[in-house]
């Protein structure tokens, strides 16, 4: 056996673990919730062959499915839209050395990302009481009568971009990261060319964090399709529908009505919109990169 060969061992042996796990923990269940989407299947009983009547009842047979989808989408659209600004915004103000305190700050903004959901849910459910809330009681000092929060179906998405935008440390850290990465010289050379502040950001900071933006919004959009313990604790769907999240409703059709069959389909047919919102991200960014 020459060296070459022993290599060759020696590296499928170290990676084997991964090859193994990969298998038996991505790759099978991928498989089988593809086999199981094409049956009625219910957990208890053998799973039934129905070929693709579970994808037909979504999409011709379900109105629930396209208000979920809407509930969710409405998240992405408005409730991210609105997080990446907020967030953009904080981390550009963070990163002002200027600022006394400012590890103090960075901090604070952090700390709500350690936060279990559960404890998180719980805090929240306190803050917007219509009648005893925080923000509530605020607004009540300020003479303006304060909405229902979760308890109305105006306000109850609102109310969890709130709790988005209250835990989106995470996503201001890696803008900080990323604003660390431009160099100071960019910021001089447009001070002498007479640039304000506004045209700073507009002309150097977004542009050189196109590539950070872009993956906190695919990030963003992943983790929105997939948000499932806020509004299963909080509102449990409701009130009438309106936080009934798709996640939520593909976790009710598995576990609350015993239709994994059902379930599987809801949760390829997500896979394919994930797939399409990150491919036309990325095309999107393509362009706007290529026109610069």
Do not use: C
């Not at 960075?106 to 849910?121: D, G, H, K």
């Not at 996640?247 to 797939?275: D, P, T």
């Amino acid at each position: 056996m020459n060296m070459n060969q022993k290599n060759t061992i020696n590296g499928i042996l170290f990676i084997l673990p991964w090859i193994v796990g990969f298998l038996a923990f991505t790759a099978y269940p991928l498989v089988s919730s593809f086999y199981y989407s094409l049956t009625d299947y219910d957990i208890i009983n053998a799973p039934v062959f129905v070929g693709f009547d579970n994808y037909k009842q979504l999409f011709t047979g379900d109105s629930l499915f396209y208000k979920t989808l809407g509930n969710t989408l409405y998240m992405i659209f408005v409730g991210l839209t609105v997080i990446t600004l907020v967030t953009l915004v904080v981390a550009i103000l963070l990163n002002n050395r200027k600022i006394k305190g400012l590890s103090f700050f960075r901090a604070v903004f952090f700390l709500p990302t350690l936060v279990p959901f559960v404890i998180l849910s719980i805090l929240w459910i306190w803050v917007l009481q219509p009648d005893s809330g925080v923000v509530n009681t605020i607004l009540g000092w300020l003479g303006i009568d304060g909405p229902g929060w979760f308890a109305s179906p105006t306000w109850s998405k609102p109310a969890f971009i709130l709790m988005g935008i209250w835990g989106a440390g995470g996503s201001i850290i890696i803008y900080l990261a990323g604003l660390q990465g431009i160099p100071e010289s960019l910021y001089e050379a447009a001070a002498i060319d007479g640039a304000s502040a506004f045209g700073k950001v507009f002309h150097i900071t977004i542009p050189m964090l196109r590539p950070v933006i872009l993956f906190n919004v695919i990030t963003g959009i992943i983790g929105t399709f997939q948000s499932f313990a806020e509004a299963f604790i909080i509102t449990e769907g409701g009130p009438d529908g309106s936080t009934t999240f798709y996640s939520l409703y593909l976790y009710q059709n598995a576990f609350q009505y015993a239709k994994m069959g059902y379930a599987s389909a809801m949760a390829w047919i997500l896979l394919v919109i994930a797939l399409a919102f990150t491919l036309l991200l990325f095309k999107v960014s393509n362009r706007f990169g290529s026109d610069e």
